[in-house]
């Protein structure tokens, strides 16, 4: 695979996650502003124990760390231009992410 084309797969992955994120946002604010109800913590869990809601939420969850990588990704291997440096920063903030990831799959299913 050439070097652009990774960097079109970062790019289209940014804007893509970007995207429903700001979709998922928008949705919540509007079903909050829409509410009749006071939202409390039952309300709350009633409405993310819902099938749909946990799997949009789940999504919403995992292009966060997505975004959220391939941002982070792109800084450190355009400004830390020492390898070993930069790569042990790479990997901590992998396995960061990844339990951040799971720990959002155990608090949603």
């Known amino acids: 695979?050439?070097?652009?084309?990774?960097?079109?797969?970062?790019?289209?992955?940014?804007?893509?996650?970007?995207?429903?994120l700001t979709i998922y946002l928008l949705v919540i604010m509007v079903m909050i502003l829409g509410c009749d109800q006071p939202l409390t913590y039952t309300v709350w869990n009633d409405w993310l124990k819902s099938s749909v809601m946990s799997i949009f939420t789940t999504l919403f969850f995992f292009a966060l760390l997505l975004h959220a990588w391939v941002g982070i990704r792109d800084i450190l291997m355009d400004y830390v231009h020492p390898f070993v440096i930069r790569f042990s920063l790479l990997i901590f903030i992998a396995v960061f992410l990844m339990i951040e990831a799971l720990w959002v799959v155990r608090i949603l299913l």
């Open 1 to 20: 695979m050439s070097r652009h084309a990774h960097g079109l797969k970062a790019w289209l992955a940014q804007r893509v996650s970007a995207v429903y």
